[in-house]
């Protein structure tokens, strides 16, 4: 079974940047499509942004393109979420996920693996 694990998340002022990662179990990073969706309080879970297991494709949600760039370190089994320029609106609880397949899809449902999620608070 993979295993997910967020970090990196806290209370930021909004301008700031912010790295999160996902600690991988072995070979889950370089072998899976990997994504981050994010809640925001009273909201619907939503898409984030995903980058296909042979680091050939990326798909980004509108609301972030310019400002987040997903990453991955195969040694370290990890994957990371570079944030910049943080809005209040990007508070939210951000999960990492992981699915098989080379689709860097946005659809939640095709991720079959999920991290417990980190907290990122923005303030204005």
């Known amino acids: 079974q993979v295993q997910l694990v967020e970090s990196g998340g806290g209370l930021v002022q909004a301008g700031d940047s912010l790295r999160l990662s996902c600690a991988a179990s072995a070979r889950t990073v370089s072998s899976h499509t990997m994504g981050w969706f994010r809640q925001a309080p009273g909201k619907d879970r939503e898409f984030v942004c995903a980058?296909?297991?042979?680091?050939?494709?990326?798909n980004y949600a509108d609301s972030v393109k310019g400002r987040f760039t997903i990453s991955r370190d195969n040694a370290k089994n990890t994957m990371y979420l570079q944030i910049n320029s943080l809005k209040p609106e990007d508070t939210a609880v951000y999960f990492c996920?992981?699915?098989?397949?080379?689709?860097?899809?946005?659809?939640?449902?095709?991720?079959?693996?999920w991290g417990q999620g980190t907290q990122v608070t923005v303030s204005s």
């Open positions: 980058l296909s297991w042979n680091g050939i494709r990326t």
């Open positions: 996920a992981a699915r098989k397949g080379s689709d860097p899809s946005g659809e939640e449902y095709k991720y079959a693996d």
